[in-house]
């Protein structure tokens, strides 16, 4: 992950957290926050997270569970999940792993903070009474990316309760729960990602779609060749293995679509697509999607960059005749002069290697003589670090706040 | 032919010479003298400039990162690279130079080839081995497909906590270091049943006080991976603590410098006297030398310690006590090497009081990379003697000082020097005449002009305050006072510098790569490989200096003194504890 | 054993710079009286820090500043990736006394350094460093983490702020 120095001023609100860290336990501020949120972008608020994969939808919950130090872009400084919806009136109590040293959870608002430990177990609960988006992060894993938000309320129909996949997901060890990614017209789902140790899932495996919205699916590389296949015949996409490569289908009716992995689906590579409000009971999938496999142009799987006109397409026919000319000449010159170099080498070469004829000095010295210039030089090495070691000791010693026992 | 050397080599004869088709009488070189010691050599060689590339290339990353100049990879990642630069360099690089330079050292002085090639292959297997395993899981770091890990820096302070296969890479590379010196022993031991009343030859005697003093040493580190870090990551353990493991790598880490110092110190004494036109000065006090190393490098690692809590002052004090007389042999060689420089020049001719400094070959890049190494480890001896400087050390201990210090030393004194002498070596080890000349003649300035703009800039900048081993030395809350210069225009050094230096190591692998790959083979060398008598010889050194079980005796004595007391403190309230549980990164 | 005479006086210069520099080291540690980092900090289990169990342990408490009968004290954790106190909030100390640090670690090996002066040491999970400063003049100073502690070490920085003795407001002993 790249905490990129987000350095946002930061605000006078963390000057009030105690030395300690003991402020407000579980002060159950009224959330008095901004009303009417129906953000599915955040803001820009997560995108150096990157743990967070869309929206979890818990309507319905009266408690909702959010773990404090999961696994963020391989290190344990995340919220899990990191974004949650939830009904106004329900309570969201957070829970310590105790991976990654001490966290808090503080609004950006300021209407909820936690205090700051790193004992695993450990809770804090916020009930949340009025709809909004909070926003809150770790203070200090911030620049981490350890960054959180609750929904409150609102969210495309309202609640929707996980569907009834029907023991679909029994065998699927990365499933968690649907994934909401209404309000967004096109949506990635990851082929070749973890599951259970071995790169054979759909990153995520369910998620919640509005009608009309475009799935597009990316291959990591993992794995091996993978393909995505409706179990109603839907859709169906090549079996390919290289990395970039995507495939996208348009969901136009509500219903759920479970889709495999053809050649992984004994080892739980199955995902499903859930379109509109559906809740408990799975749909038979509705037909009418459109298929439009897509290479290259979506999943940028090619490096060469294609010319999109007539002056790109000018541009790299000169620059590339110019190139071939370029290195034509050059690798022509290149080998003559290593032809004649290695025809002057020969020229060298004996029966066995040989070793030059050492030089004669010119005047032999023996040991009776006198090095008078090395004694100058090492004179002048003594008095430098001399110089040297008096100027450090003042630096050392004087000006500024010094150490002592 | 004037000096041939009964004493230097054991083994001289007559049949080292052949006639040549223009008539002359030359001497066979090396390669065709001890074929199976010139490879074993040349794998060696190879092997550490790979390791050298590699590193060189992250070196030239980090140093655009620090100084935000350029950031290609993301600042976590940073870790991964400073751990690779680390590992590679400070440890792959200087062993297999290291026992390639020795090997060849060894074998070439004593005139006795390695008496069994079952054990000389089994080091190289098992230092290679060792390095692939640290390597790989170090570059896994960079990757998620390997499940592996290791950005734990080359000192892999517990607890933060590597792959087990680094660790047990970094054994095996160590391990394999040991079968290698034994192969030298017994090189020796082969040559003495031959020589029974000769002095040691001078190689041969400097080659087997490091190895002794590398055995010492590097059983410190050997205790803190096998019996604690290995357990430990594979769960064996619950605990280690943290200030014992630090402990018995510092008690490593020290002398491990002088490891990588000694062999420049070899060439120093031994051939760079001959590049200049001389011979060395003095042979007895060479000898000295080396045998104050052997006594003094081990006892002085808590050096390194000053700041550390939990020891207590009176061990560090005997710690810079012991540093500061290490200083002796160090100052010893200036005058000796530098007094056989100027014989050389002198002998060439060369007249004034200084104006022989002119008159040396500079044009000769194995000649100029040597004299420049020396000279750089002059400027780097002094940033050495202010880190020594227990008191003075709390100004600039861990900031990016230490590194500008240690650039000069490891990063000159035995990396130009390698580089430097590779070009007299190397055609002598693959029987090729040197390729692109021009380029290797003039690298070994590029090199010292970018160490001159890094270094000078690191050391001031550690005088701010600006920290070592960070991605980012740029804060919020804190602002660095430069008492030199501007931070700024350090910043702009460091980043020159540090291209500089890639560019010379880029150019240093081309010149090899050219020799490989277009040089041919059995070819009648422009170097020549005999090393001229001492001007005051070996038999004016008293016998006592090659008593090689007293000196290593009253070592292990010192290292008890120094040592004994502390570690005890250490283990008496429990040997893991008090403890720390892993911390993977 | 034959030396020449410019290597016999070399000798004897050398040896004598050693014990120069050797005496002026031991010179700064008594006259200006720049001590070191020792073991007077004592021993902590890294745990008991990381679950906050400070009563358990004798020579450590709850992170802070304290104004005590024997001085300024400040207890602080260094941890990844921030000091606490010092990260969130400034360690406020008065001008003019010596303040007595206290600095330890309950995860990895951190550094604590006041950028630009000798008040630098290790934190090494275990022990605790214990070094007295005394801030002359008021201002603030910049606390640089200097030991690779994980992938956030570069965010980990912190603020000593020295103000007046009348505006100095330590916690309760």
Sequence with gaps: MAPNRDRQPRPTRRRLLAAGGTVATGALLGATAPAAAQSSDFDGWFDDVDNYDG???????????????????????????????????????????????????????????????????????????????????????????????????????????????????????????????????????????????????????????????????????????????????SFESELVGEAGHTFSHTFENEGTYKYVCIPHEALGMKGAIVVGNISGGGGDGGDGGQETPAEGETGGGSLIPVPSDFVGWFALVIGGSLGVAVTTVLGAESYAAYRDHAASEQAYVGEQATEAVEQEPVEEIDGDYDPLGTAALVAGYFVLIVLLWVFMYFVEFIGGPTITG | MAT????????????????????????????????????????????????????????????????????????????????????????????FGIAGLFHWANTRSLGVSPTSRRLTQGWLWTMSIGTLLAAGTIVGGLFDWIPASADVLYTFYAPLEAHPLFYIGAALLIVGSWGAGLDWFLQYREWRSHNPDARI???????????????????????????????????????????????????????????????????????????????????????????????????????????????????????????????????????????????????????????????????????????????????????????????INYLIHNTIWVPGHFHLTVGTAY?????????????????????????????????????????????????????????????????????????GEMRIQIAIGGTLLFVGAMMFLAVMAGTWALGKPNSQLRVNGSIPEPLSGAEESPRVLDNLKLWTAIAIALVLLAYGIPLYDMVADGILWPGSVPFPE | MHVHRFERLWFGVSLVLIVAFIGTIIYGAVGPGIAMVDDSGGTVEPSVIADGNYEQTNNFREPGVYDTEDG???????????????????????AGEP??????????????????????TMVIPGQVAEFSVTFEETGEHGIVCHEYCGSGHHTMEGQVVVVEQSEFEGGEN
């Excluded at chain 1, 799935?215 to 993978?226: C, F, I, K, M, Q």
């Excluded at chain 2, 992250?58 to 935000?68: E, K, P, S, V, Y």
């Design chain 1, 55 to 233: 929206v979890v939808d818990r309507t319905g919950e009266s408690e909702v569970t959010v773990e404090v130090g999961v696994d963020n872009g391989g290190q344990p400084y995340g919220f899990g999940p990191p974004a949650v919806r939830i009904d106004p009136g329900a309570t969201v109590v957070w829970e310590w792993t105790g991976r990654g040293g001490s966290h808090n959870v503080v609004a950006e608002d300021g209407s909820f903070e936690s205090e700051l430990v790193g004992e695993a177990g450990h809770t804090f609960s916020h009930t949340f009474e009025s709809e909004g988006t909070f926003k809150y992060v770790c203070i200090p894993h911030e620049a981490l990316g350890m960054k959180g938000a609750i929904v409150v309320g609102g969210g495309g129909g309202g609640g929707v309760s996980e569907p009834d996949y029907d023991g679909w997901f029994d065998d699927v060890d990365n499933y968690e729960e649907t994934v909401d990614e209404r309000g967004n017209s096109e949506v990635t789902v990851e082929v070749g990602v973890d599951n259970g140790g071995q790169p054979y899932g759909f990153g995520p495996p369910a998620v919640r779609i509005d009608p009309g919205t475009t799935v597009v699916w990316e291959w990591t590389g993992r794995g091996g060749s993978h393909n995505v296949v409706a179990e109603d015949g």
């Design chain 3, 99 to 120: 303040i007595s640090f206290h600095v330890t670690s309950p995860d990895v090996t951190h550094g604590f350094n006041l950028a630009g002066t000798n008040v630098n």
């Design chain 3, 72 to 94: 300024v004290e400040v207890y602080v954790i260094a941890r990844q990736y921030f000091f606490q106190p010092g990260t969130t909030e400034p360690i406020r100390v008065p």
């Design chain 2, 201 to 391: 030859p001078l190689q041969s005697f400097m080659v087997m006080t490091t190895m002794l003093m590398w055995y010492l040493s590097s059983a410190g580190v050997a205790i803190e991976v096998v019996f604690f870090l290995i357990p430990w990551s594979l769960g064996l353990i619950s605990q280690v603590d943290p200030l014992l493991t630090r402990t018995l790598f510092w008690y490593f880490g020290h002398p491990v410098v002088y490891f990588w110092l000694l062999p420049a110190y070899v060439v120093w004494y031994t051939v760079l006297p001959k590049l200049a036109g001389g011979r060395l000065f003095s042979d007895p006090l060479a000898r000295v030398t080396f045998v104050l190393f052997l006594l003094l490098s081990t006892p002085v690692g808590f050096h390194h310690q000053y700041t550390d809590p939990g020891i207590a002052s009176g061990y560090k004090l005997v710690a810079m006590t012991n540093t500061f007389f290490l200083l002796l042999p160090s100052l010893l060689t200036l005058f000796t090497v530098v007094a056989s420089m100027e014989h050389g020049a002198r002998q060439q001719g060369a007249k004034g009081y200084l104006a022989w400094l002119k008159d040396l070959p500079w044009e000769r890049p194995e000649f100029s990379g040597v004299a420049l190494a020396g000279i750089m480890f002059a400027a780097g001896g002094f940033s050495g003697m202010i880190n020594a400087g227990m008191n």
């Design chain 2, 4 to 95: 041939e050397h009964g004493t230097e080599t054991g083994f001289e004869t007559e049949q080292e010479y052949v006639e040549t088709e223009d008539g002359t009488r030359r001497r066979l070189a090396f390669v065709d003298r001890f074929p199976e010691a010139a490879r074993t050599a040349r794998i060696c060689l190879w092997i550490a400039f790979a390791a050298f590339g590699v590193g060189a290339l992250f070196g030239l990353i980090q140093a655009l990162h620090r100084t935000n100049t350029l950031r290609i990879i993301p600042s976590s990642d940073y870790y991964t690279i400073l751990t690779g630069h680390g590992v590679l360099l400070a440890l792959v690089f200087t062993t």
């Design chain 2, 415 to 487: 990396a130009l020097t390698l580089m430097a002498i590779a070009y007299w070596l190397v055609p002598q080890l693959t029987g090729k005449r040197l390729q692109f000349r021009g380029m290797a003649a003039i690298q070994p300035f590029v090199w010292f002009v970018g160490m001159v703009l890094m270094s000078n800039a690191m050391h001031r900048g550690g005088l701010a305050g600006i920290p070592r081993r960070t991605a980012e030395p740029q804060y919020d809350q804190v602002t660095f006072d430069a008492v030199v210069g501007t931070v």
